[in-house]
């Protein structure tokens, strides 16, 4: 697999959506896509099992690795956990790219 918008092709490629369409891209890539501001969302796969907010959570995570700060996840975090369950899930909607 190659990184589509350098043509790289290491190890650190994730499946990001970038304007609405799912590419597949090197981190070095995200980051700077996300720095010029363009819509870049990370994508995590979840699925009926992940109940647990503290899992989903993990695989986002896992999702940004990298690629956000500290910072950002923690803004992200922040945000995601003020409200109930479904508020979570709407939050992680917003940044990432779910399936
Ligand atoms: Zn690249």
Not at 18 to 47: N, Q, W
Not at 87 to 96: A, S
């Amino acid at each position: 697999m190659f990184c589509t918008n350098c043509g790289s092709s290491d190890s650190s490629l994730r499946i990001v959506s970038c304007d609405g369409e799912k590419t597949e891209l090197c981190e070095e890539c995200i980051k700077t896509l996300i720095k010029d501001g363009e819509d870049v969302k990370p994508f995590v796969k979840l699925s009926e099992e992940d109940g647990n907010v503290f899992y989903i959570l993990g695989k986002c995570k896992q999702a940004i690795k990298r690629i956000w700060s500290e910072e950002e996840w923690t803004k992200f975090r922040d945000e995601a956990t003020t409200g109930d369950y479904d508020h979570v899930l709407q939050t992680i909607m917003k940044y990432f790219d779910v399936e």
